[in-house]
């Protein structure tokens, strides 16, 4: 009974394990986690039902695991072949292709969920706040250097 327990636990730090790997490598992923929290501070800003939270926590989720397994097919190709091979690219493209449909879709949902013309008088009010300026642009700065990621590529 412990094993499996041990052995759970083993899977979800293997789990976690990759997510960080992917943060720490993949900028097109840390651009997706720096969207993610713009689209829920506007969330919150626009006062957002529950159900429209939850469609936003299912879009989030869904782009990032695509992005995740995009990822994963990138590096399996790569770990089968370093030259080039039309069917590598193929594979590698598909992926890609999956991750950009699933963004549009978000985006596309996303519009739909916040198309209502009286919150955005609200949000408009709110943002306007010197507070909320300030915050915005320390998060922008900080957004760029985090998308960035680290300039010494020998750490990797």
């Not at 730090?13 to 997510?19: D, E, M, P, S, T």
């Not at 469609?55 to 399996?76: D, Q, R, Y």
């Not at 069917?87 to 596309?108: H, N, Q, R, T």
């Not at 009286?118 to 909320?132: A, E, G, Y």
Request: net charge positive; aromatic share 12%; hydrophobic share 55%.
């Amino acid at each position: 009974m412990i094993r499996m327990f041990l052995s759970i636990f083993r899977g979800f730090g293997y789990a976690f394990c990759g997510i960080y790997r992917t943060i720490c490598e993949e900028r097109n992923f840390r651009i997706h986690l720096v969207a993610v929290c713009l689209v829920s501070w506007f969330a919150a800003l626009y006062e957002a039902t529950a159900t429209q939270w939850t469609v936003l926590i299912l879009l989030f989720g869904g782009v990032l695991s695509l992005e995740l397994i995009n990822t994963a097919l990138e590096n399996a190709v790569d770990l089968v072949t370093d030259q080039y091979s039309p069917f590598a690219e193929k594979a590698k493209d598909a992926a890609a292709g999956a991750v950009l449909i699933g963004a549009i879709a978000s985006v596309a949902v996303a519009v739909l969920l916040f198309r209502d013309p009286s919150h955005w008088s609200l949000v408009l009010q709110k943002i306007q706040s010197p507070v909320r300026i300030v915050c915005f642009v320390v998060f922008a700065v900080l957004a760029l250097f985090f998308v960035r990621g680290r300039t010494d590529k020998s750490k990797k």
